[in-house]
């Protein structure tokens, strides 16, 4: 079992930018794939950015794809999500997840079978 806590989230204005960091405890950090999902009030979880074990390959959700950067450390057991260009509708709680090997496999919630409790972001004008 993998523990995970996010860090980061916060109010910031249309065109901001904020980095969220995830930090993991448990299996070795390099053993697994993570990624990053979000849920805003009302609508299901959704999918954002994944990266492999190495962080050689990531992958984005069309909506964030270049705005958003994932990355890991895996000397630090931490995962990164760099937001940059912020809109409104990029408001929603952010969970790390963690998979249970070391490419990503799908971007569905259920290709990750440990997330951490949620970070707020909100933007606003």
């Known amino acids: 079992q993998v523990q995970l806590v996010e860090s980061g989230g916060g109010l910031v204005q249309i065109g901001g930018s904020l980095r969220l960091s995830c930090a993991a405890s448990?299996?070795?950090?390099?053993?697994?794939?993570m990624s990053w999902f979000r849920q805003a009030p009302g609508k299901e979880r959704s999918f954002v950015a994944a990266v492999t074990w190495s962080g050689g390959s990531t992958y984005y959700a069309d909506s964030v794809r270049g705005r958003f950067t994932i990355s890991r450390d895996n000397a630090k057991n931490t995962v990164y999500l760099q937001m940059n260009n912020l809109k409104p509708e990029d408001t929603a709680v952010y969970y790390c997840?963690?998979?249970?090997?070391?490419?990503?496999?799908?971007?569905?919630?259920?290709?990750?079978?440990?997330w951490g409790q949620g970070t707020q972001v909100t933007v606003s004008s």
């Open positions: 997840a963690a998979g249970d090997q070391p490419y990503v496999r799908g971007g569905s919630p259920s290709d990750f079978g440990s």
């Open positions: 448990g299996r070795t950090f390099s053993s697994y794939a």
